[in-house]
């Protein structure tokens, strides 16, 4: 197998800055119309670091502001795919392990973080 790469990745942006959904296309030269990246599109020769699993405490329920919920241990996952930045909420190491829809308080600091999916928001300051 030759390790010729003629090929680069590249992945449409919009306006905000956001990735633009199903935008992945490989080309030798980047597309003249559109705001378009580079990204790493071959994973077997340029290696990433590997996922992250950080243990965090916090509590969930349904005002954690005031303190009606339950303490707990979850993990934050953080990754690269395709050059990008992906951060999740996990009831454990396990990344097919969302955490559940809602609000959580961040114990060590008080911050209050919404929860979508295992997708995380936002974070900010409880009020």
Known sequence: MSNKRPLKSYIRYDGSGRAVSS????RKNKPKVGNWKEVQGY???NPEPGPTFTPIELCYGPDPCVGNCTVGTYYI???VIFGIPVVYLLNS????DPAPTGNYRIESNGKLMKVYNGGIWAVTDCV
């Open 23 to 26: 935008s992945l296309i490989w």
């Open 43 to 45: 994973e077997c020769c």
């Open 77 to 79: 996952y953080q990754t």
């Open 93 to 96: 190491e396990d990344p097919l």
